[in-house]
Nanobody
Framework: QVQLVESGGGLVQPGGSLRLSCASS????????MGWFRQAPGKDREFVAA????????YYADAVKGRFTISRDNAKNTEYLQINSLKPEDTAVYYC????????????????????WGQGTQVTVSS
């Protein structure tokens, strides 16, 4: 069992930056591949980025590639999402998620595979 708590969201102007954090409880954080998803009002939850247990493999949705960077610190049981060059269409609730049972250098983009979810943090991009 793992509990995830996101932080770092807020209101930012277009072109701005934020750093989201996802703190995990428990001692087995390194045993989970991690991901970030987002959900805008009236839309389905969509994949944003994923990182392997090893942190050596990352994958991004096309809409965020080159602007977002996912990382993790297994010693601190924390996952991060650095988001730069924000656009109004990035406005959403951002969720971190953890999935069990993945090989050390494997990621997944499938929302259905993730076992644990945080409560979400709101990111609003507006002038």
């Amino acid at each position: 069992q793992v509990q995830l708590v996101e932080s770092g969201g807020g209101l930012v102007q277009p072109g701005g930056s934020l750093r989201l954090s996802c703190a995990s409880s428990g001692r087995t954080f390194s045993g989970y591949a991690m991901g970030w998803f987002r959900q805008a009002p009236g839309k389905d939850r969509e994949f944003v980025a994923a990182i392997s247990r090893s942190a050596s493999v990352t994958y991004y949705a096309d809409a965020v590639k080159g602007r977002f960077t996912i990382s993790r610190d297994n010693a601190k049981n924390t996952e991060y999402l650095q988001i730069n060059s924000l656009k109004p269409e990035d406005t959403a609730v951002y969720y971190c998620a953890a999935v069990r049972g993945k090989a050390y250098h494997t990621v997944t983009t499938d929302v259905r595979e993730y076992d644990y979810w945080g409560q979400g943090t709101q990111v609003t991009v507006s002038s």
